[in-house]
């Protein structure tokens, strides 16, 4: 699976994103898919999975409420919709596929990574 994550930029405060990633190659929908994102001098976290056929979504605490993760199987794409953005929100995002069952908020689950989008969140 090839993923390309677009989307990213620079907003203010309180505005929003909508990051999308695209697959091509093996079959999109027999993936879970996820974001993670790394701000600079720190880890990768995660931050949205959705399972396969869309029906177990899950956040990190610091973006329920705000973030919400959709896919659209028939176009082969994954949405991360970034609403009521903060600084503390910038951070290069990824988007992941993974061929596991479970434990989507792990980074090791993922076979598949795209090449990150930038979001800039100013104040």
């Known amino acids: 699976v090839q993923l390309q994550a677009s989307g990213g930029g620079l907003v203010q405060a309180g505005g929003s994103l909508r990051l999308s990633c695209a697959a091509s190659?093996?079959?999109?929908?027999?993936?879970?898919m996820g974001w993670f994102r790394q701000a600079p001098g720190k880890e990768r976290e995660f931050v949205a999975s959705?399972?396969?056929?869309?029906?177990?979504?899950e956040y990190t605490d610091s973006v329920k409420g705000r973030f919400t993760i959709s896919r659209d199987n028939a176009k082969n794409t994954v949405y991360l919709q970034m609403n009521s953005l903060k600084p503390e929100d910038t951070a290069v995002y990824y988007c992941?596929?993974?061929?596991?069952?479970?434990?989507?908020?792990?980074?090791?689950?993922?076979?598949?990574w795209g090449q990150g989008t930038l979001v800039t969140v100013s104040s």
């Open positions: 190659g093996r079959t999109f929908s027999s993936y879970a």
């Open positions: 959705i399972a396969r056929s869309a029906d177990n979504r």
């Open positions: 992941g596929a993974s061929a596991a069952k479970t434990g989507y908020g792990s980074s090791s689950k993922y076979d598949f």
